[in-house]
């Protein structure tokens, strides 16, 4: 389940959909930059190789503890808690206190080494360790006290539903993803990053005239200060309705020229003329309605189809209905993001026609994939399992089409 990975608030939250993938930048505005040289490319095919293996390994470690907890150790903890915890919800929630705080015993050194050791041996994180500990461990507390509430409800579904838990689970689900676009930028970025408005006329200016030739309403334009601490720029939009804003890393803001500048800013409002925050989350409305029904005829054959009753569902099946969402989402990762990276070429060409600023969209690319040691032409296997976007090989030659 999303609870246990480490990039959850970054991952797995559709309504904050990611812009033009993370950058990184060391230092000023850089010139126009010509394409990589040997080294460079050298290096960021050897950044993707790493990440590729780091990914992969991540997976199969969650899955393999998630597997091996459901099937060893969930019965005879629970039955252990059972000792002394009379309550059916303190031992739930001690029960899923203990599995993940194993979890993130058995998985905080592929974490350090993969967040901390790696960006820095390329150079792409700017981070004290000091500073990665704190960020890492605010992160997990926050996913924890959500997963923990999240457990909660589902079991108060089992127990008061009954049958039909699994479509009471989705519409749930569907209702918090909506309350989340909602709440995420006004709340939960800033427990993050620190969030301050453009301050720009001349960016603003053309900001406005993009906006409003596209019909669109935008509550606001924010600089997002990521330098000082993780280097990491990256261009992004938020939030439904009256919360909807774009917030655009401080890095990009300086490192970028106007023009390059713009052109993201209309990728951005490409995501917003075409609905595609309602449509991803329409998409995981149907996405969590099959989960949850996979889980519910796993658990069903797991427990007995004899004796299953969700009413009385088990403490001890928590676990194994991690395991099976764990599973389900592995396997449908790439179907995910087969449908981003669809989007993120429908707002790149939306950027090209709108703006006309062809030669910057090509410029802001190549920057961009120096800056951020991106392979232009990565591995198809890295790019079907994990891209939600396109890669900039890609993205490059469609603009000199
Ligand atoms: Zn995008």
Known sequence: MSDCTDDQL???DSSIESGIGTAAANGGPASAPAEMSHEQLAEARTYGRWQLGLDLTDSALDLTYLGLFAMLAAVPIDHWLSGFLTTVSWRLLALYGIMMGLHECVSFPLAYFSGYVIEHRFALSRQSLGQWVARHFKRFSLAVAFGAVMVFALYALFWFVGPWWWLAAAIGFFVVSIVLGQLAPVLILPFFYKIERLDSPELSGRFAQLAAESGLSIEGVYRMVLSDETAKANAMLAGLGRTR???LGDTLLDGFTPDEIQVVF??????HVFRHIPKLMALGFFYSLAGFWLCDRVLAMWIGTDVYDPRQMPVYALPMLMFVLGIFSLVMGPLQNVASRRFE?????????????????????RKLSILNKDD??????A???FHSHPPIGERIAMAQE
């Open 10 to 12: 970054a991952g797995s």
């Open 245 to 247: 804003r774009v917030l």
């Open 266 to 271: 209309a990728h951005e409002v490409g995501h």
């Open 345 to 365: 070429r429908q707002c790149d060409r939306f950027a090209l026609v709108r703006t006309g600023l062809r030669e910057a969209y090509i410029s802001a690319f």
């Open 376 to 381: 232009p032409d990565p591995p198809r296997l």
């Open 383 to 385: 790019v079907f399992l």
